[in-house]
C-alpha cells in the first residue's frame, strides 16, 4: 500500500502488458509465416511426387516442372531472407550505422537499380530531387533500401507504357505509382506482415517487403504512409521532422 511498493506494482503490471503483447506478436508473426510457407511447400511436394512417380515423361513436361520447381524455391529463398530481415529490424539490441548524409546521393544510387528493372517491364521513372544538400542523420544502405523496396512495389503495379515518379525535397519523400491504386480500407493495412489487398492478385514478392520499408523509415525517424494519387495511382510518402530533415 506504501507509495514505493504501488510503484513497484505498476511497473511490473506495465513489463508484463509489454512481453504479451510482444508474445502475441510473435505467435501472429510465427502463425503467418507458416501459412505463408505452407503453400509453395506444399506445391513443391506434389512437383516432386509426380516427377518420382513417372506420372510426367515427356522431356518439354519435366522441364517445366523443373522450371516451375525453381520459381517456387525462389520464392521460398525471399519469403526466409525477408523475415529473417525484418525481424532483424525489429531485435531491440539491433542498430543502425549512422552518419551523417546526402539524402539525395541514397536516392540516386536506389533510382540506378529501379531503372534497370523499369527497363524490363518498359516503365518510365522519373525523379525531381533538389539541388541543395538533404542531410540527415542514417544509415545509407538502409535507407536505399527502403527506397528500392517501395520503387520495386510501384515498379510491380504499373502498367507499361507508364511511369513511375519520385519526389524528394528537405522533410518529404515521395513516390508514386501509375497503378491501380490502393482501395480505401487497405491504405493503413498495406504495411502489415503478409498483408494481401482483398480480391488483387498474388504478386511475387514475399509480402514483407513494405513492413521492411517501415521499420526502416521508423529507425529514421520517419512517418511512411501511402495514399491514392487524384489523378490515378498510389503515393507512398516520407515524412520528418526538423531534427532528421
Excluded at 24 to 38: D, G, M, W
Excluded at 63 to 68: K, L, N, V
Excluded at 137 to 160: C, K, W, Y
Aim: aromatic share 4%; proline share 5%; with cysteine.
Amino acid at each position: 500500500g506504501g507509495g514505493e511498493l504501488r510503484q513497484l506494482g505498476e511497473a511490473f503490471n506495465i513489463m508484463s502488458e509489454k512481453l504479451e503483447n510482444l508474445d502475441n506478436a510473435r505467435n501472429e508473426f510465427v502463425s503467418n509465416a507458416s501459412h505463408e510457407l505452407k503453400t509453395p511447400v506444399a506445391e513443391l511436394r506434389a512437383m516432386l511426387e509426380t516427377l518420382r512417380d513417372g506420372l510426367v515423361t515427356a522431356p518439354d513436361q519435366v522441364q517445366g516442372y523443373y522450371q516451375s520447381m525453381l520459381k517456387e524455391t525462389g520464392a521460398l529463398e525471399a519469403l526466409i531472407r525477408d523475415q529473417m530481415e525484418l525481424s532483424r529490424l525489429q531485435a531491440p539490441g539491433f542498430s543502425l550505422t549512422r552518419e551523417t548524409l546526402d539524402l539525395r546521393q541514397a536516392a540516386d544510387d536506389a533510382l540506378g537499380s529501379a531503372r534497370a528493372m523499369a527497363e524490363k517491364k518498359e516503365v518510365l521513372i522519373t525523379a525531381s530531387l533538389p539541388d541543395a544538400p538533404v542531410m540527415l542523420e542514417g544509415d545509407h544502405s538502409r535507407l536505399r533500401q527502403m527506397m528500392l523496396i517501395v520503387l520495386d512495389n510501384a515498379l510491380r503495379f504499373t502498367p507499361p507504357g507508364n511511369a513511375v515518379s519520385l519526389r524528394l525535397v528537405p522533410g518529404c519523400l515521395e513516390i508514386a505509382d501509375s497503378g491501380p491504386g490502393i482501395p480505401e480500407d487497405s491504405l493503413n493495412l498495406v504495411f502489415d506482415r503478409f498483408y494481401r489487398v482483398p480480391g488483387g492478385e498474388k504478386g511475387p514478392g514475399s509480402g514483407l517487403g513494405l513492413a521492411i520499408a517501415r521499420e526502416i523509415a521508423q529507425r529514421h525517424g520517419m512517418a511512411l504512409t501511402a495514399r491514392n494519387n487524384t489523378s490515378g495511382g498510389a503515393v507512398f510518402s516520407f515524412k520528418w521532422g526538423k531534427l532528421n530533415g
